[in-house]
């Protein structure tokens, strides 16, 4: 019931007015490395679900939403790719058989 709620908020305009906000505050940049484009805002806390404060939330690159998640692999060599995972399909393709 709970993962219901929450696959319902994150279609909400409460939560796109959320995202808004957050891509402000990142000016479209990764909150983690500040290099790749902000692609997932990403809960630091799930306490206040539904009413989250800023400072709960951060917008990651996809590459630093996997870290934050633990769905990385070999970090060395992705982190000096230009524009994260997506520029190595062979990583999507691992990950997504874990």
Sequence with gaps: MAQ???HVYLQSD?????????FERCNG???KCGQRP?????H???????HERPE????????????A???RQDY??????PYGIEAMPTFQAAAASS
């Excluded at 409460?14 to 957050?22: C, D, E, P, T, Y």
């Excluded at 902000?38 to 990403?42: E, G």
């Excluded at 060395?76 to 790719?81: A, R």
């Design 38 to 42: 902000a692609k997932d805002l990403h």
């Design 69 to 71: 998640h633990g769905q």
């Design 29 to 31: 940049v990764c909150e």
């Design 56 to 67: 709960d939330v951060v917008y990651l690159c996809g590459f630093c939403h996997l870290v």
């Design 76 to 81: 060395e060599l992705l982190k000096q790719q």
């Design 44 to 50: 630091l806390s799930y306490i206040r679900l539904g």
């Design 4 to 6: 219901d709620f929450y």
């Design 14 to 22: 409460a939560w796109k007015a959320l995202q808004a906000r957050i």
